[in-house]
């Protein structure tokens, strides 16, 4: 009413065509802004505010949520890769892995080389938990392995280990040692009891498209974590002279490091 | 003869922008007495371009938004904005919907933005609400001859880019976080949620908000006494809209996995992580409503004063004997 009757009509109109002019100019320089190195070198903080801020409230290492059986997904979507393409691989495969050893190296005073029997004939936790996608998508499954804990305290860590790093059989960004899938994390999360070295998915043998024959469960990070085809385990006290540096995979192409959000 | 502003101090103290965000004169911020003066010597904002019709009614200034509620304000504008456009980007990532504590590809989502091959091995896009399946090629599901979810224009970055989306939406999301915190806790203590935005009981007699409906559908405002406060729809807009943000936050919370360790009670709460997704999703679009609905009504209201009030906190109206 008050303004209706006089005459910024005029202005009004003015301003709504300023107004989407300048959202026009925002927008497409919000784009640019948000792509420009800098710029996203800053935003870049946050990561390490989120990063402390969850050590923070899970310094006690309290348990991700574990659901019932009827919980389980009727189907666990499989992601990355299915089927690793590596001729050494199919070899491992089409022996049943008898022949597979995961090596445990770096900054340990007894390095390991553990058959796929061996494995399953230590101490198992059994658990089922939900697997995130950093896309959005969750699925539910049961798995079972030894602790990665135990493993690492048969190896014994060298005082200035920081790092547990995961190499992995498959080249998802093709074919050469940097297209090879591989992830880390640190002792904070190596030690944690629900951190397993699955064997076992729903009562079954691990399947290939889920990561044969053992994958990582870290459970209160991401799924790009969960690093499947796992063929050695290197402590390391920093991860930026192992391929692209920045820890993982996903990391060197951009995703965070820390991925429990 | 009170205004909506309180004496605020927390603000003062938490916030020293005087050369932005101008308080008024006099320690330690009184809500001022009104100043009533004819319009030809301080005209609003306004009301610059003058009416062809004489006498101008006597307006009022009167100082209507504490420094902490301009400020927080103006941040929120640009926290909602960048998030929105981030969220949207993160969400093309899986243009899904599921109800429950899982989902992915082989369930059943109930709101999906996705894409066909229509007749010509033509790509549509479909966009699937529950049982509700419309075309919204060009917009949602398809847009630019490309599978994707919301159209460029919509997401941050505009390419399909996860990885920034993500970096963008939890970098202002730790803004956003202190910022409302800032806003929530300062208006606690200065008592603007109580005096302001609490309806009082006789806003909430039915006939009252009767009333209320059908001045705002007949775009009425009012005049005087009544003009300095707000009246009951405006109150549970603002309320409303207070509660969506915070269930954002709850929500977007609910779908970190490290936060779930913390706080599985969320999980419970939201009905599990995709449900969560989807409560994030739906008070998205909420937000985006109370926006489109404040803004229309900013302009209705006097663009002008509306806006001035918000930055400087002086807002003006009339005292009523013009009409």
């Known amino acids: 009413m008050s303004n209706a009757t006089h005459g910024p009509d005029l202005s009004r109109r003015g301003l709504i065509l300023a107004g989407t002019a300048l959202g026009g100019l925002l927008l497409s320089g919000c784009d640019r802004l948000s792509q420009a190195p800098q710029a996203l070198k800053f935003i870049d903080h946050a990561e390490g505010l989120t990063r402390g801020a969850q050590r923070l409230i899970l310094s006690g290492q309290p348990l991700a949520p574990e659901f019932k059986p009827s919980d389980i997904s009727p189907t666990f979507k499989p992601n990355g890769s299915f089927h690793p393409t590596d001729p050494a691989y199919q070899a491992l495969l089409d022996n049943g892995f ?14 390991l080389s553990i058959s796929l029997a061996q494995l399953k004939a230590l101490p198992a936790r059994t658990q089922i938990t939900r697997h995130d996608c950093v896309e959005g998508w969750s699925a539910i499954a049961q798995w079972s392995g030894p602790q990665l804990g135990a493993i690492l305290h048969a190896a014994g860590l060298q005082p200035h280990a920081r790092y547990v790093v995961f190499h992995c059989a498959d080249n998802l960004g093709g074919p050469g040692d940097g297209g090879k899938y591989y ?30 024959p053992i994958r990582l469960r870290v459970e209160r990070q991401l799924g790009y974590k969960q690093a499947k085809y796992v063929m050695a385990i290197e402590v390391t006290d920093r991860l930026s002279g192992i391929n692209g540096g920045h820890g993982g995979f996903w990391e060197d192409r951009g995703y965070e490091w820390y991925a429990g959000i | 003869m009170r205004g909506l502003a309180g004496r605020s101090t ?47 009614p006597p307006t009022e200034t009167f ?3 504490t420094r902490v509620v301009r400020i927080t304000h103006w941040i929120n504008v640009i926290c909602i904005t960048l998030l929105l456009l981030s969220g949207l980007q993160i969400f093309n990532a899986h243009p899904m919907l599921y109800w429950g504590k899982y989902g992915a590809d082989a369930d059943t989502p109930f709101v999906s933005l996705g894409a066909i091959y229509g007749p010509g091995h033509v790509l549509q896009g479909v966009t699937k609400l529950g049982p509700l399946k419309l075309h919204t090629t060009g917009l949602f599901g398809v847009s630019g001859g490309e599978i994707r979810g919301y159209p460029k224009w919509l997401t941050l970055p505009a390419s399909r880019d996860l990885a920034d989306g993500r970096r963008w939406h939890f970098f202002m999301a730790w803004i956003f976080v202190i910022n409302g915190l800032v806003y929530l806790v300062s208006n606690a203590v200065n008592g603007h949620f109580k005096r302001d935005l609490a309806p009082t009981g006789a806003q909430l007699r039915p006939a009252a908000i009767w009333r209320d409906i059908v001045d705002h559908a007949m775009l009425k405002h009012p005049v005087g006494e009544e003009a300095k406060r707000y009246n009951v729809l ?23 996995p490290g936060f779930d360790a913390f706080a599985p009670g969320l999980l419970w709460l939201f009905g599990g992580r995709q449900s969560a997704r989807t409560i994030h999703w739906i008070c998205a679009n909420l937000i985006v409503l109370f ?33």
């Open chain 1, 98 to 111: 008898a022949d597979w050893r995961l090596a445990v190296t770096g900054l340990v005073n007894q390095p």
């Open chain 1, 183 to 212: 992830e880390s994390i640190d002792l904070f999360d190596a030690f944690h009891p629900q951190t397993i070295l699955a064997h076992t998915m729903n009562n079954q043998p691990l399947g290939v498209p889920h990561g044969a």
């Open chain 2, 10 to 56: 927390v603000s003062d103290i938490a916030l020293n922008m005087s050369d932005a965000f101008p308080e008024p004169d006099g320690p330690p911020v009184p809500a001022p007495e009104p100043v009533i003066e004819p319009a030809a010597e301080t005209p609003a904002p306004d009301a610059v371009i003058t009416a062809e019709h004489a006498p101008t």
């Open chain 2, 63 to 65: 100082y209507r938004h």
């Open chain 2, 234 to 256: 405006q109150k549970l807009a603002y309320l409303g809209v207070i509660l969506l943000l915070v269930l954002m936050v709850m929500t977007g919370l609910t779908m970190s």
């Open chain 2, 291 to 323: 926006v489109l609905v404040h803004v229309i009504e900013v302009f209705i209201a006097g663009v002008f004063n509306e806006i001035g009030s918000m930055i400087t906190g002086r807002y003006t109206i009339k005292t009523g004997a013009g009409h």
